[in-house]
C-alpha cells in the first residue's frame, strides 16, 4: 500500500507545472511577508523565496539541474521583464537629457569598478580561470551576464548565483550605505542602485518611488551594455581572454 503511494512522487515531483507552482507560491508568500514588515530589506522576497525552495529541493532530494529545466519558463521571462523597465524610464526621458554627462561618468566608473573588484577580490582568494570569467559580468542583469559568461568562456550556472547574490546583497546594503553618506537624491540613488543591483535593486527602488525606479533602470540596461561591451577587453586584458 505504502509503495502504491509513494509510485507517483518521482514523477510528479519531475513536473515542471510543480515546480512552476512552488515556486510562485513561495515567492507570493514571500512578497506578502515582506509587505507586512513594511519591506524590510532583510526579508526582500528574492531572499527568504531562494532560502524555502532551496529548502524544499533538500527536502525532496531534488537536483537543481532538474529544478533548473523545469522552471525554464521562469528564466525566460526575465527577458521580457528587463525590457518592460523602458516604459518608466521613458517618462524621465527629459531629465535624462539634461543629465548624461555625470551619468556617463557614474556608468563608467561604476562598471570598471565593479569588474575589477569582482576579479581582484577573487583572485585575491585563488580563484580559478574559470571562476574569474564567471564572476566578470556579474553586476550585469542576468539574462547579459549569462551571454557574457557563454562568450568568455565561464560557467552560466555560476555567474547565475553570482549575479543573485550581487543583487541581493546590493538591495540590501545600497539604501543604508548611501544614507549614511547623506546622499538623498532620487536620481543619484536610482542610478546607483541599478548599476550595482541590477534588478533586484530596481524591484527595491520602485518602492521608494517612480523617479528612483526608472533610474534605477536606466542604470541597470546602461550597465548591461557597458558589461558585455567592456568583459571581453578587461578579460584579454589580463590574458584570461583572447577574442
Given at each position: 500500500?505504502?509503495?502504491?503511494?509513494?509510485?507517483?512522487?518521482?514523477?510528479?515531483?519531475?513536473?515542471?507545472?510543480?515546480?512552476?507552482?512552488?515556486?510562485?507560491?513561495?515567492?507570493?508568500?514571500?512578497?506578502?511577508?515582506?509587505?507586512?514588515?513594511?519591506?524590510?530589506?532583510?526579508?526582500?522576497?528574492?531572499?527568504?523565496?531562494?532560502?524555502?525552495?532551496?529548502?524544499?529541493?533538500?527536502?525532496?532530494?531534488?537536483?537543481?539541474?532538474?529544478?533548473?529545466?523545469?522552471?525554464?519558463?521562469?528564466?525566460?521571462?526575465?527577458?521580457?521583464?528587463?525590457?518592460?523597465?523602458?516604459?518608466?524610464?521613458?517618462?524621465?526621458?527629459?531629465?535624462?537629457?539634461?543629465?548624461?554627462?555625470?551619468?556617463?561618468?557614474?556608468?563608467?566608473?561604476?562598471?570598471?569598478?565593479?569588474?575589477?573588484?569582482?576579479?581582484?577580490?577573487?583572485?585575491?582568494?585563488?580563484?580559478?580561470?574559470?571562476?574569474?570569467?564567471?564572476?566578470?559580468?556579474?553586476?550585469?542583469?542576468?539574462?547579459?551576464?549569462?551571454?557574457?559568461?557563454?562568450?568568455?568562456?565561464?560557467?552560466?550556472?555560476?555567474?547565475?548565483?553570482?549575479?543573485?547574490?550581487?543583487?541581493?546583497?546590493?538591495?540590501?546594503?545600497?539604501?543604508?550605505?548611501?544614507?549614511?553618506?547623506?546622499?538623498?537624491?532620487?536620481?543619484?540613488?536610482?542610478?546607483?542602485?541599478?548599476?550595482?543591483?541590477?534588478?533586484?535593486?530596481?524591484?527595491?527602488?520602485?518602492?521608494?518611488?517612480?523617479?528612483?525606479?526608472?533610474?534605477?533602470?536606466?542604470?541597470?540596461s546602461l550597465n548591461g551594455v557597458a558589461t558585455a561591451v567592456v568583459v571581453p577587453f578587461v578579460l584579454a586584458a589580463l590574458g584570461l581572454f583572447t577574442f
Amino acid at each position: 500500500m505504502q509503495n502504491w503511494f509513494l509510485a507517483p512522487w518521482p514523477e510528479l515531483i519531475a513536473s515542471p507545472v510543480v515546480w512552476i507552482t512552488v515556486t510562485l507560491v513561495v515567492y507570493l508568500a514571500a512578497f506578502r511577508i515582506y509587505d507586512h514588515f513594511n519591506n524590510h530589506p532583510l526579508l526582500l522576497p528574492v531572499l527568504t523565496a531562494v532560502i524555502v525552495v532551496v529548502g524544499i529541493l533538500m527536502a525532496t532530494n531534488t537536483p537543481y539541474a532538474e529544478y533548473e529545466q523545469a522552471t525554464r519558463f521562469l528564466y525566460f521571462l526575465i527577458g521580457p521583464a528587463t525590457v518592460a523597465l523602458a516604459v518608466p524610464l521613458y517618462t524621465q526621458l527629459p531629465r535624462l537629457r539634461q543629465m548624461w554627462k555625470p551619468i556617463s561618468v557614474a556608468l563608467l566608473v561604476g562598471c570598471f569598478t565593479a569588474i575589477l573588484s569582482a576579479l581582484g577580490i577573487a583572485w585575491v582568494f585563488g580563484a580559478t580561470t574559470d571562476t574569474l570569467l564567471s564572476l566578470a559580468p556579474k553586476s550585469a542583469t542576468m539574462p547579459i551576464a549569462m551571454e557574457v559568461a557563454d562568450l568568455t568562456g565561464g560557467i552560466a550556472s555560476l555567474t547565475t548565483v553570482a549575479c543573485a547574490i550581487t543583487g541581493i546583497s546590493g538591495a540590501i546594503l545600497t539604501g543604508g550605505l548611501l544614507r549614511f553618506m547623506k546622499i538623498t537624491d532620487p536620481v543619484a540613488h536610482g542610478f546607483a542602485m541599478g548599476l550595482s543591483a541590477h534588478a533586484i535593486g530596481t524591484g527595491r527602488a520602485f518602492q521608494v518611488d517612480e523617479t528612483t525606479g526608472a533610474f534605477s533602470a536606466l542604470g541597470l540596461s546602461l550597465n548591461g551594455v557597458a558589461t558585455a561591451v567592456v568583459v571581453p577587453f578587461v578579460l584579454a586584458a589580463l590574458g584570461l581572454f583572447t577574442f
